[in-house]
């Protein structure tokens, strides 16, 4: 028998190659604000959150949980893309992607009308996907026979 008493997640951890540069993207382009910048001296701890929300870790690659080759190797894939991704919610997409665009964030989608909402995606300095949303308000039932309908 297990007991559940996790309320919330406090921090994700997004790697970045370089902490100013990723700290400049996230606060100039996205909107969040610095929690803690703490030198802890075997690292920087670096958070952001957008206000009441969730924190990021803004996590240099390499530090104390990786050795250099294992650090190499993760370097490669945040580069590439392929250490998952942010999912960020907006109360007016299209005004969100004009002033991205327009600032030289680079877009890996344009904004498509999806079955739950309009959304479009983006690339961090470093490679990290980040999807913009805004959801429509449709029950998971009717989204799921949207997503049917379109399959058949």
Do not use: C
């Amino acid at each position: 028998m297990t007991t559940n008493h996790i309320t919330s997640v406090r921090i994700k951890a997004i790697p970045v190659l370089d902490q100013d540069e990723a700290l400049e993207f996230y606060s100039t382009h996205l909107g969040f604000e610095v929690r803690d910048d703490i030198d802890l001296g075997f690292m920087r701890w670096l958070t952001v959150a957008l206000p009441g929300g969730e924190q990021l870790l803004l996590e240099l690659v390499g530090g104390p949980q990786h050795d250099e080759s294992t650090a190499a190797q993760v370097r490669e894939l945040v580069t590439k893309g392929a250490l998952g991704g942010l999912f960020l919610v907006s109360d007016d997409v299209h005004a969100t992607y004009a002033a991205l665009r327009d600032a030289g964030v680079e877009i890996s989608e344009e904004p498509v009308e999806q079955p739950y909402g309009t959304d479009f995606g983006i690339r961090d300095p470093f490679g990290n996907h980040v999807r913009i949303s805004q959801p429509n308000e449709a029950p998971n039932e009717v989204i799921q026979e949207r997503y049917d309908a379109a399959r058949a």
